[in-house]
């Protein structure tokens, strides 16, 4: 049955309010001219119901689970929240579609998507008003524009602008956008965010047609108004900031002394931590208007190509469901982000399962003794007891440019693991072997080990391609004594070799020295066994196992380690 046969028929009529959903999923057509009792301008309700079940497969391609009973549950949450205010139907929305925290963004860009902010270009605070009232930003009480207000701004054409005129334009509309940020007028950064795209994210490559949030924002700059921003958040209210700011003087109740008095007489004052909160303050908000021009960018695109295919293509994977050959440019900071609580979810799954085998097997004989208390019924069973055993775990990683960032991953996660193991040795390899256990230490969970490896020319010999069998070679030759009778061997590569000897025997002879040996490939199964991959010959003498993606590997390490 299609999602949409069973979503209240009556969704988003009741209480819906002055703005009209979009007639289209596909593309943006006029607003709907339905009316109903509720107020004029309403959608009709199978507009609604077609934009709500696009929406729900939308997320479904992003790997957020969605079903018909989640499609319908928000059809009944329009029916009670109406659109009239768009932020208090994205919360509803997200309600009824999310159940985890991480994928709050796919839902955010899908929402903005489907339920967009507006129609076609809005470059003037005044194309944002609702009932055509300027009354806090951007205008006097007599309904002339403040100087520096979007509203004062000369007509611009930037398809006709020379280079000067840019930089000019820039100048003007940083200044706007610190005030914006200093006063966080959240229409001010709305209204703005959508002249730059206008202004200066427009393509003008001959044959495209439409907005690039990277050409807009790096010809734009908001960066640069960090420090003026942050200059008038300290200076208060009354210059533009926000009230959190403060000018330098006394604000407290009893005494009325600044805070220049103070310095004069006590002599020297250590600096405030305020100028330095506002600049991350600042620095923060400078962020979020970025998004904003991302965000408008994606409209504008979705305009002119497509609801569809710009949920298909422009909305951003998941970090956990990205596969590892598109991870190899995130920063350390991101990784960590997810590494540590990954990490200490397997360790108290793990510490888990080592608990419950430490009880062992049923003792028979100890069993049937104690009945005896009991008139011969074994009531409470005896097992014997083995003392923990961690094993240790031998990591042997491709550190190659094609599988690098698959290998970092892999190593930050076992590295915040190792209190569950007895002892972590870590070696990198291209083409020859390099014990890497005191460079990963060194650099900590901290840095970024790719960089930390960029000079290392020990795991090199000759070439820079991965070489699978010289390294089973070396690794037998020079390290197979840190393979012990309880160690773990865990080989990460894609094992293409470059049309090299292959060595199936040192493969087999370290897997014959371990205790388990497993092998973790980036690369799809449909994929080993073509062009110089010898995955499926390597996986007849070890486990080898597809780990893709982040969720691929936490449920790799739960289930097998």
Do not use: C
Request: proline residues 4%; hydrophobic residues 40%.
């Amino acid at each position: 049955m299609p999602d949409d046969a069973v979503i209240p028929a009556g969704a988003g009529a009741p209480g819906a309010g002055r703005r009209a959903a979009h007639s289209d999923t596909a593309g943006y057509g006029p607003r709907a001219s339905v009316t109903s009792s509720a107020g004029p301008g309403i959608a009709s309700a199978g507009v609604l119901q077609r934009r709500l079940v696009s929406l729900a497969n939308a997320l479904r391609r992003h790997g957020v689970v969605v079903g018909t009973s989640d499609v319908i549950d928000a059809g009944r949450i329009v029916t009670a929240l109406g659109l009239d205010d768009r932020e208090r139907l994205r919360e509803g929305l997200a309600s009824a579609f999310m159940r985890r925290g991480e994928q709050r963004r796919v839902f955010d860009e899908l929402f903005d998507l489907y339920f967009p902010a507006a129609l076609g270009a809005r470059t003037r605070l005044t194309d944002l008003e609702e009932d055509g009232a300027a009354d806090k930003s951007g205008a006097h009480p007599d309904g002339e524009p403040e100087p520096d207000s979007l509203d004062a701004l000369d007509d611009f054409d930037p398809l006709t602008a020379d280079a000067a005129a840019l930089r000019e334009r820039a100048r003007a509309l940083q200044e706007i956008l610190a005030q914006a940020l200093a006063a966080q007028d959240e229409r001010a950064l709305n209204a703005l965010a959508a002249t730059v795209v206008t202004e200066f994210g427009v393509l003008r490559r001959e044959g495209e047609n439409g907005f690039s949030a990277n050409q807009a924002i790096e010809q734009f700059q908001p960066n640069l108004a960090i420090a003026r921003a942050s200059e008038l958040m300290q200076q208060g209210p009354e210059a533009g900031g926000s009230d959190g700011g403060t000018a330098g003087g006394s604000s407290g109740g009893g005494g009325g002394g600044s805070g220049q008095a103070m310095g004069a007489d006590q002599g020297w004052q250590p600096e405030r931590f305020t100028p330095r909160l506002d600049r991350d303050d600042a620095r923060e908000r400078v962020a979020a208007f970025r998004r904003r021009v991302e965000t408008e960018t994606r409209r504008r695109n979705a305009e002119i190509r497509g609801v569809e295919r710009l949920a298909e293509h422009a909305v951003t994977t998941p970090l956990e469901r990205r596969a590892f050959s598109q991870t190899y440019a995130v920063d350390a900071a991101e990784m960590r982000r997810i590494v540590d609580p990954l990490a200490r979810k397997l360790a108290a799954r793990m510490a888990a399962k080592r608990r419950r085998a430490s009880h062992g097997r049923i003792d028979i004989r100890r069993t049937l003794r104690a009945s005896m208390s009991t008139g011969g019924v074994p009531i409470e069973p005896v097992f014997t007891h083995h003392a923990p055993n961690r094993s240790e775990l031998v990591i042997l990683a491709d550190m190659s440019s094609s599988v690098a960032g698959f290998s970092r991953f892999t190593i930050l996660l076992m590295q915040a693991m190792q209190a569950q193991f007895a002892r972590v040795r870590v070696f990198g390899f291209v083409n020859t072997v390099d014990e890497l256990s005191a460079v990963v230490k060194e650099v900590g969970r901290d840095g970024d080990l790719v960089e930390a490896l960029k000079g290392n020319r020990r795991m090199t010999r000759g070439h820079r391609n991965s070489d699978y069998g010289q390294t089973f070679a070396d690794f037998v030759e020079h390290h197979l004594d840190a393979v012990t009778p309880r160690a773990t061997v865990l080989i990460l590569g894609d094992a293409r070799t470059n049309n090299t000897d292959p060595r199936y025997d040192a493969l087999r002879t370290i897997a014959q020295q371990a205790r388990h040996a497993m092998w973790l490939n980036p690369e799809a199964e449909s994929q080993w066994g073509q062009g110089d991959s010898v995955a499926h010959r390597y996986a007849a003498i070890v486990d080898m196992h597809e780990v893709r993606t982040i969720t691929d590997l936490r449920e790799f390490v739960a289930r097998a380690l």
